[in-house]
């Protein structure tokens, strides 16, 4: 669902680079993070396709974060970078406020029985963190090929009122990553959206 007069993805307002950011990547490039990165298939095609961009992928799950890191190591890019660690927690406790320019959230795991669902990544708490830490124009990017779980995530960004939902177009790095391939290569169809923060709220 799109709003009247929402920017596309991509139009961002220029917000001058956090000093935290500065820090970790040498450069006052645009930030973007990856929540469960996986074994890094997305951040290496995220950064062949824009170079300028600073990327963040956090992953709790030990054999995956070392594939990424192999990976990011591999390119030798001072602008990828990989963190093994709770997302949530990181971004609720120590990501600056207004510093991110998009959250790429790419088959979080769907946990589909009943008693698992508090383990799933996408909550009203991950939300609230992303509203905080984006900047003004910021877009947080979905995928999942469960389409039932695609539809409660949408709900669950939708019913804060710093996000509206706005079209889908080649920004989203939905297809570039090692789950996407995958499914793809089996036929399934993948859910994608795109959210835009909204200046205020
Ligand atoms: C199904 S995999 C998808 C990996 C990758 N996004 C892709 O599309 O290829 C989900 C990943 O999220 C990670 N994950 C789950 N909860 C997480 C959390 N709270 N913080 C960081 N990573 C998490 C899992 O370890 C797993 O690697």
Known sequence: MTHPGDALPGAEAAVPAHPFWVELFGNDGP????VGS???TFLRAAAMRDAEVNLLGIENAYPRIRRAEERVAAMGSPRVRTLMADATCVIRTIVPAASVHAYHIYFPDPWPKHRHAKRRVVTPALVRALARTLVPGG???????VHGYGWLM???VLAHPAFVEVPVDDTHGGLLTG???KYR???RQVFLATFRR???S
């Open 31 to 34: 930030v973007e993070l990856e």
């Open 38 to 40: 996986g074994d890094g």
């Open 139 to 145: 877009h947080v990017f979905l995928a999942t090929d």
């Open 154 to 156: 949408r709900g669950c």
């Open 179 to 181: 789950f996407a391939r």
């Open 185 to 187: 290569a089996r036929g």
């Open 198 to 200: 909204l200046d205020a």
